[in-house]
């Protein structure tokens, strides 16, 4: 081989050398950001299952490995069981994880770097940085339990579609509209909103829907008001996306412990993942939870009373 070719060689060795150490530092490749994003509710940081501590961490921790989550965003993750010790801390840490305490219910925790987005208050939202340097938003919700209409049709208690409507509007709007006008100001960046609705999706409880579900206790679709006003604001659920019929596929999250709240129980999908309908591509989306017909993901122990909620996102 004579000099020249090498010195050719060389020369081009350097020159790529440098791209990449380029590309690395500002976190630029050629391959899709695809990330997955996680909700779950660790019901009173796990405390409420009745397992010793360090079980209910164990199966916490397997069930965020096997939905191989880059991002999960709890609910529930304190209890005053434990001094009200953060369990999104402590799972972060043993995944060597950031971890961002929204209150005592809310946390977000990640394998990416993330910074909490602006606000006035404790950021419910954080600023998550992909791999290829492409931010994300990504917020918590954890909106109010009660009253719970899905129970309170099913006792009687709510008689007309307008009834229901009114109760959830009053309950839970507020909370809807304040993650909103939080985000408002990243609205340049894809956003995925995650949480424990305490209400089921709109899309479920359609005049078809319930017609087709038959059950003589919910008589009458309702159009749930929390996420009603997400996909007017231009989110899509996920899950429904991935499987938009209601019948075949109701993927329900609420609740895996059967009998413990209500007998016959009104089982329903809560656990919820809301996305810029515009900014993603939803390429899978998955429950997980206890051996049950409704798990994708199955964890023998579950250590909840909701499932949880898994997706792989590509950004557009």
Known sequence: MNRSIITIQAFTIAVFSIISCQSVKHGKTNKHANVRVMTFN???GGDAVKLPRDTTIKYQLEAIRRANADVVGFQEQTTNQSNNQSR????????????????GSRAVISKYDFRPVDTTTVSQAVLLQLPDGRYIVFGVMHLMYTPYEPYDIADRKLLSTEEAEASARETRLHQVQGMLDEVAAYSDYP??????FNEPSCLDWTEEAIRNRGDTLLPFAVNWPATALLIEKGFKDVYRDMYPDVKQRPGYTWTSVEGLWRTPEIHDRIDLIYVSKNRFKVIEAQVVGEPSPMTNVVIETWPSDHRAVVAELEIR
Do not use: E, F, N
């Open 42 to 44: 660790l019901w009173h």
């Open 88 to 103: 999104a801390k402590l799972l972060a840490d043993s995944l060597g994880w950031d971890c961002h305490i929204i209150d």
């Open 191 to 196: 956003t995925v909103l995650v949480g424990d």
